[in-house]
T-cell receptor, first 116, second 112 residues
């Protein structure tokens, strides 16, 4: 597709449930990022993939959060035992890191997660 | 640790005015600085990216500058229009890291 896509656009779940959020990056982009945005705040970094491997997962808040990118394209963010504090918009971005080092990140529309 | 601050949190100006949005960062070992626009309930749209070796970038009515020594970037919007109303976010990456660190954004309202 032309841009980054994310599904679902909205997800409502109950406390304690498991959720999966999906991201389809721009075709050919080797780098993929997950961020989380709370109301009125800027996005906060969660994890970054270069190819299939997680190059930086320093932003994952705890071990309930996990992300995969098994074939180096689509990524899934997985949240176990959801808590009300996990409610936020989860944003995915992708980029093509050039030889000059330019790393312009392009964002998807986000998934709004609400934990009741 | 890189920290990014945007002041003011909100700004309201009449249509047609030129305006400047401010962004400050703490770590001068900046790699890229990127400005985004976010409309309510939407994702982020990339506006401009400035590499650490550059001083400014221009796109249409937008001009972004970068001063590493003072830890500041500005986004200049010329001849503002109601359609420019949105939240503007700046984000910085530092040497050796690809993640972006965001400011909290400036919510801009252009009044007709």
């Amino acid at each position: 597709g032309a841009g980054v896509s994310q599904t679902p656009s909205n997800k409502v779940t109950e406390k304690g449930k498991y959720v999966e959020l999906r991201c389809d990056p721009i075709s050919g982009h080797t780098a993929l990022y997950w961020y989380r945005q709370s109301l009125g705040q800027g996005p906060e970094f969660l994890i970054y993939f270069q190819g299939t491997g997680a190059a930086d997962d320093s932003g994952l808040p705890n071990d309930r959060f996990f992300a995969v990118r098994p074939e180096g394209s689509v990524s899934t963010l997985k949240i176990q035992r959801t808590e009300r504090g996990d409610s936020a918009v989860y944003l995915c971005a992708s980029s093509l890191i050039g030889t000059s080092g330019v790393n312009e990140q392009f964002f998807g529309p986000g998934t709004r997660l609400t934990v009741l | 640790k890189q920290e990014v601050t945007q002041i003011p949190a909100a700004l309201s100006v009449p249509e047609g005015e030129n305006l400047v949005l401010n962004c400050s960062f703490t770590d001068s070992a900046i790699y890229n600085l990127q400005w985004f626009r976010q409309d309510p309930g939407k994702g982020l749209t990339s506006l401009l990216l400035i590499q650490s070796s550059q001083r400014e970038q221009t796109s249409g009515r937008l001009n972004a500058s970068l001063d590493k020594s003072s830890g500041r970037s500005t986004l200049y919007i010329a001849a503002s229009q109601p359609g420019d109303s949105a939240t503007y976010l700046c984000a910085a990456s530092i040497q050796g890291a690809q993640k972006l660190v965001f400011g909290q954004g400036t919510r801009l309202t252009i009044n007709p």
